[in-house]
Structure formats: C-alpha cells, structure tokens
C-alpha cells in the first residue's frame, strides 16, 4: 500500500519524500485530533481506582 502510494505522488525523489512526510504529519494529526479522543470513552483500560478514597472501617 504505501509504495503503490509513493509510486502515485508526483515529482522526484526529493519532493516525494517531502510529499510522504506531509502526508504522514496529517495522518497522524487527524488520530490524534478526532480519532483517539472519540474512541477514549470506549477503552475500559482508562478507567483508574488510584486514588479513589475509600474509607477503612
């Protein structure tokens, strides 16, 4: 997929390393701004006991 990709882009080697390393930079980007926040509230490995207050009687 990713060589079928920078085969895709055009210009030569340099502009297409540049290309690919822009495309990655949105990539990673739109994860991190819409993806891993919407599918936060859906990992149960989030949730935390420490320091919740628990009284001992």
Request: hydrophobic share 60%; glycine share 8%.
């Given at each position: 997929?990713?060589?079928w990709i920078f085969r895709h882009l055009p210009?030569?080697?340099?502009?297409?390393?540049i290309?690919?390393?822009i495309?990655?930079?949105a990539v990673v980007y739109a994860l991190m701004?819409?993806?891993f926040p919407?599918?936060?509230q859906y990992n149960p490995f989030t949730d935390s006991t420490i320091?919740?207050?628990l009284p001992l009687r």
């Open positions: 997929m990713y060589a210009g030569p080697l340099w502009l297409r390393i290309q690919t390393l495309l990655l930079a701004t819409w993806v919407w599918l936060n320091g919740l207050y």
